[in-house]
Structures are given as structure tokens and as C-alpha cells.
């Protein structure tokens, strides 16, 4: 399609424009910057924010509004391509060299393309001790010491997804009242709007010192869901920032009530001063009878790609673990009404990741999904040789399984119920986690490039820094609140901090209602500090830990009783106090009476 030209140009020279502009949406991220350094008459086209723009969009519209945040004006532009490859319609939309890129907003999208590309992007936890740190990572408690007073409820097996800025949506998880864990976990049904603090300018002047938490009432869903989805523990989960919902299926407790129910989280005005969310039951037709819904599971985990959200493992109603694909067709969803969504079973190639519960799974960019970890949920080590320690990739758009084999001898330990975390495109966290057969969490904290290379991340401070330390009472802070698992987490690019929300220790009966957040160091080799990746943290932490710090095999201090003295509250313990005060168990009065005996 031929456009008029621009004043004074020939129609050569618009010809030639045209077929330049038609040949770069072809290329790469790291073509075009060849490209833009070889060729004197193509430099000042490659230089235009518009191409980049246009090539972010069509390289991976959702990776491209996962890593902006959803709800930012960035974002919203590639909500706007809807075709299944969005180059054509970008193609039939004139770029005109040197136009005003005003509408294109403060982001840089050259940069946007080049953290996209595995092989450009800045790592944001940057390669060891010697790469130009200016501080290790930070460990910041968002919420007060005993998790009271406004904080959010997470316990085990909450969600929280980043939804853009400094703003998440956090859905706590449950509890169990039981002193060492129970058959049923008792659901909380909270969903909170979580605004962090921050702080704007180069002196760092915060804008907003505290914590936000607003609790949301997200409607029942016309009675269908009188308290949301049915069970948060175990569900799987994905947001989806296209369509601007949040998608759950499943969860329960194996020797109780499991479910096969899919639920949506649908989300307006977050990008202003009023963010509303609102529940919808998401039927689907056919039965799992017939083969055509996935059976009841929990500790299963999902991921939306482009108009499907994929589901993996899960343990059955009475214990069975699965491996099983499902995948839920998004191409029809629309909630202004009930919508009706088929599943189907995919058949993939490959070698699939062994039947398993509580594994860790996320997403990084283009379709790939990384799984690791889980179990059978056995209380004895495996006698056979397990695969739970290695690091399996589904590629999503071809229905094929792979594995990546570690670089070195080093391996990352075996975890269940941890947390995997993309930071951007080139690094994977994988924080937290416990073994049923050996029930003290570890509190790994351990960083992944997939798929060319297994290393090892530091941890907070140095490696000897826990080994060299004399104050008890610090070892005792990091064994009681940074050791924990079933809890969830979620990356922040523009912040580039890691924010964890709960957890618990089933096997103790602990439950933590808290806000954690990993600082990831800042890199002084960086050339700029940019618009998609923050800075990072120059600040030393105050309370170092060591990835491979374990607390002493013995019970927790609100288990321990010595000299007829009373034993010690735990965060932990305190959680599991908080939880039944939300169900109302107890009340308030004997609430503080249990937190405060004296």
C-alpha cells in the first residue's frame, strides 16, 4: 500500500522507505543493531523510536505488556494488536523517519527490544562479586514485625502478581489451625490491592513512605462464587495482561475437597485511583468423564500464552500425582457475560517431567515455561533415581518437553513448594521451598540462566558471613522469618526487586502474614540507568543470609518449653493466631492475650 509521500521526497525516495521499513520489521533486536552500525544510509531509520516500538509489539505482545506492567500506557498499545502475528497490521501502518514520537510515552523501546532478546539483556542480578556491584542484595520487610495492624493476609499458598509501577494484587492463601499442620486448610478469600513505597528524584524523596494495603471486595459472581475461587492452596494461576484477568483452576487438600473449578480475577481502572476487581465463574463444557476437563488437582501450576492458559501436575483427591498437559482456550473470552471455555488434553513430544506436586514453574519470554522441582509428596527419600532436580522446559507453541543440563557440577538443591522467578529473559530465582521428608525449610535462594548455563547466585552478603557470625539473635531472625515455603513472588523490572508475600511451615504449624522484598544489586559497569530496568539497591544489608544457610535441626522457639518457662512466639505462630482471628476462632481479646502472655 503506497502512501503519499512527505513534502519534498521523490517517489524513490518513498519507495525506498517503504521497502527499508518492510525488511527491518523482518529482523531481530541484535540484527537491527548490526544493521544500524554498518549502514551510514539505514543509521537514522534504525535510530527511530517507532521501529522499536513496532517491533516490541510484534516480537511478543505479551511478553512486551508482562515486563512494562499491564496497566501502563505502553502496555495498552500492544493490547491494541489483536491479529495472531501482528506484522502485517503493523506493516500497513506508514513509518515516517524523524515523526513525532510523542504518543510513544517516556519508555525507551530500543531498550525495551534489547531485554526481550536473551542474548542482549542485562542480567538484572548481575554475574558474581566482581562485575561491578555496588552493594550485595537487601532483604526489606514491608510490614511491621508481627504482621498485624493492616497488613495483608498470606499464610500458604497465596498469590501476587505484578500488575505495573509500583502496584500488585496480592490473594491470600490459608491456614490450618492445628498446632502441627492439618488434613484441611482453612481459606482466608482475601484479595488486596498492595501499592509499595517509593520514592522519585535522585536524592530518593519518597512519594509514598509506607506500605499500602486496600482489601477489595471483588463481588460474588452473581452468587456463584460466594467467596471467590474455592481454594487458593495449590491452585494454579497466571495473569493475563492482554485480556486484564487473572485465571485460577483447581486447588484444594488431597484428603478433603479438591477441585477442578476455573475461576477469573477480571481487573478495571488500575492504572488510576480507582482499581476494581471483579470475580467470574469461567465454565467449561464436557466432563472429566468424557475426557474433556482436566480431573481435580492441587499444587498444579498454570501460564497464560497467547490465547491459552496451560496447566501442568498436581496431586488428585486422595494423593495420585499427575503429569498431564491442559490447556484452556482464551480465543472467546469475554466477561460481559459467563463465558464457556473448552479444555483440551495437548499431546506432547519429548521427555516430560515425572508426575509431581508442588513444583515451581514460571514463564520467561517467547513461550517458554521452565518447571522444576516437587514431588510425590513422599515422607521418605525416593529409593528409584528422581528427576525433580532437573530443570525441564516446555515450549509452549510446538508441544514439546526439553530439559537443560546444568553447566557445571553444581546443582541446584531438590526444593518442593519453592518459588521460580523470570528476572526478565535471562534468569531464573528460585527462592524457598522444604522436603516433606525433611521438614525444616532450607531457604535456598539460587539463580539460574536458562538454557545455555546452571549457575549459582549470591545470596544476601557473603558467602561466609553467616559461617563467621557470633550474634545469635541474627541467625535466629533469618531461621524464624527468612526460612519458609508455599508462598508466592513476583519480579519487579522498574524496581528490580523480587516482593514475597506468606508462606508457612506446615510440618510446625507456622503461618506468615508479611511483605518481604529482595533488592537486587545494582551494577556500576551499566551504561545508563535506563527505563525498563531499575537501578538497584546500593545499600548493604543489615541482615545478611547466605543461600545455603539452615537453621539448627531442633524445634521452633513457640515449641519449645524449658524450666516451666512459657515458649516463645514466632511470626510464624503468630500468623496461625492472625488466621483464626480472621475466622474468628478466637477473638481479639484472647488474640492479644496469646500474643502478649505477660
Known sequence: MMCAPPMGSSLLDELIGCVHYRVLLCLDEGALYNLGSCSRSLRQTVGEQALWHRLALSRDRLCCARF??????????????????????LSTQRF??????????????????????????????????????AGTALWTELTDEEGHGGAPLGSQSPHIFWIGGDRLLGVAGGYSPDVVGGAALHPLREVYLLDLPSSSGTAGVATRPDLVVKRLDCGTAGGR?????PSMNGAASDFDPIRRCIYFFGGGAPHSDVHNACSALCLEGWEGDD????????????SVESDQMPSPVQGVKGTVFQDEFVIFGGRRQGGRCTNDVWSLDLAGASFAATPTLPWRRLE?????????????????????WFIYGGSTWQFEEPAEPHDFRTLFVFHIADRRWSSVAPASPERPPWAVAASLVPLGCCQLLLLGGTLPHMPEPPGVLRGWEPPDSMRRACGCGDPGAMANSHDFEQEQHIAEVYLRSHFAASFIPQRRSVVVL???????????????????????????????????????????????????NQLPRHLQVEDGR??????????????????????????????SPN
Open 348 to 368: 506432547c513430544d519429548g521427555e516430560a517431567p515425572s508426575p509431581r506436586v508442588w513444583h515451581c514453574a514460571c514463564q520467561a519470554v517467547h513461550g517458554q
Open 566 to 595: 512459657q515458649a516463645q512466639l514466632t511470626r510464624g505462630f503468630l500468623g496461625r493466631l492472625r488466621g483464626m482471628l480472621q475466622e474468628g476462632i478466637i477473638d481479639e481479646e484472647q488474640f492479644n492475650m496469646m500474643r
Open 502 to 552: 506468606g508462606g508457612s511451615r506446615y510440618f510446625t504449624g507456622e503461618y506468615f502474614n508479611d511483605l518481604l522484598e529482595l533488592q537486587l544489586p545494582s551494577d556500576q559497569q551499566r551504561s545508563s540507568s535506563g527505563t525498563v530496568l531499575g537501578e538497584g539497591r546500593r545499600q548493604e544489608s543489615q541482615h545478611r543470609l547466605y543461600g545455603e544457610f539452615q537453621a539448627p
Open 96 to 133: 515516517l523517519p524523524g515523526a513525532a514520537g510523542g504518543e510513544l510515552g517516556m519508555i525507551d523501546w530500543r531498550e525495551v527490544c534489547r531485554h526481550l532478546n536473551r542474548s542482549m539483556a542485562e542480567r538484572p542480578w548481575p554475574n558474581g562479586p566482581t562485575a561491578g556491584m
Open 68 to 89: 512494562l506492567g499491564s496497566f501502563s500506557p505502553e502496555a495498552r498499545g500492544a493490547a491494541m494488536v489483536t491479529t495472531e502475528d501482528p506484522r502485517p497490521f
Open 225 to 229: 462464587l460466594p467467596h471467590g475461587h
Open 275 to 286: 482499581p476494581r476487581a471483579t470475580w467470574q465463574v469461567v465454565a467449561s463444557p464436557g
